[in-house]
């Protein structure tokens, strides 16, 4: 198996600009899930799909935020808009699915909104 | 209250000693846990998981889970300078849906 992928590894943006965040699952894994995570904190869920519906998103959420997985395999995630609060590490993971719930993560994508 | 809860140390070992990480939760209905090891830097990477009461042990370490009492516990044994990280307990639904983390222990351990 080769792991969940994420590109770009690392973003750096103007305010105001948008931005795009892509992830590749485990093959095979039709769950997947996006978490973002801020310095000294744990990773605070965003949204996750089974195959291609998106099954739960955080009210934390703002409507700047929108994902999609349109083939129910790789994940898109779009930051609209950004501000400098957005400055975080985006986090991806994938699970079997089913009565399989580890879920595993790529590398992220370090976004800085400048 | 935070739905996970986490000291956040540090917790520092000495090599080759034991270290031991509590985690509580505030819902009951949660079903699985996990224990994930985060190195400065770097994402997330999942050590263990357990679903059932008790101890589940996966070579130097072991996770316990006590869902009467809410609490989730790693013990590292013979610790190593490698496993010098930070440690984060995540809880989630049966379903298999998000999970919440804790804020994460750092463990460091010395020489």
């Known amino acids: 198996d080769t792991g969940v992928s994420q590109n770009p590894r690392h973003k750096i943006t103007k305010r105001g600009q948008n931005v795009t965040f892509r992830c590749d699952p485990i093959s095979e894994h039709n769950r997947l899930y996006w978490y973002r995570q801020t310095l000294g904190q744990g990773p605070e869920f965003l949204t996750y799909f089974q195959n291609e519906a998106q099954l739960e998103k955080s009210r934390l959420l703002s409507d700047r935020f929108s994902a999609e997985r349109p083939k129910g395999s790789f994940s898109t995630l779009e930051i609209q808009r950004t501000e400098q609060g957005d400055s975080a590490m985006y986090l991806c993971?994938?699970?079997?699915?089913?009565?399989?719930?580890?879920?595993?993560f790529g590398p992220g994508t370090r976004l800085t909104v400048t | 209250q935070k739905e996970v809860e986490q000291n956040s140390g540090p917790l520092s070992v000495p090599e080759g000693a034991i270290a031991s990480l509590n985690c509580t939760y505030s819902?009951?209905?949660?079903?699985?846990f996990f224990w994930y090891r985060q190195y400065s830097g770097k994402s997330p990477e999942l050590i263990m998981f357990i679903y059932s009461n008790g101890d589940k042990e996966d070579g130097r370490f072991t996770a316990q889970l006590n869902k009467a009492s809410q609490y989730v516990s790693l013990l590292i044994r013979d610790s190593q300078p490698s496993d010098s990280a930070t440690y984060l307990c995540a809880v989630g639904p049966a379903a298999g849906n998000k999970l919440t983390f804790g804020g994460g222990t750092r463990v460091l351990v010395k020489p």
């Open positions: 819902d009951r209905g949660s079903q699985s």
């Open positions: 993971a994938s699970s079997l699915g089913g009565i399989s719930y580890e879920q595993y």
